[in-house]
């Protein structure tokens, strides 16, 4: 995905399992708490991390040069 934000699928993926481990674990607070559940909405969250790190999601960071906006003079009175 070449200039674009979006990161690549891989990287997606392991958002998307963490993302499940937060709905998981949120749900299971809200019901009761069910503290299994709890745990397991967690142990997913690790999932997710583990898998983050074996794609190196960090590397899909695509920086940018700086963008220079045309400057304009702000006449604040105070």
């Known amino acids: ?25 949120g749900v299971a607070l809200c019901f009761g708490p069910n503290w299994p559940l709890v745990w397991a909405g967690a142990g997913i969250i690790a999932v997710g991390g583990v898998i ?3 794609v190196d999601i960090f590397s899909d960071v695509i920086v940018d040069a700086p963008r220079v906006l045309a400057s304009e003079k702000v006449d604040r009175k105070g």
């Open 52 to 54: 983050a790190l074996l």
């Open 1 to 25: 995905m070449a200039g674009s934000h979006g990161g690549s699928p891989k990287s997606w993926l392991a958002v998307i399992v963490i993302l499940a481990g937060f709905t998981v674990g």
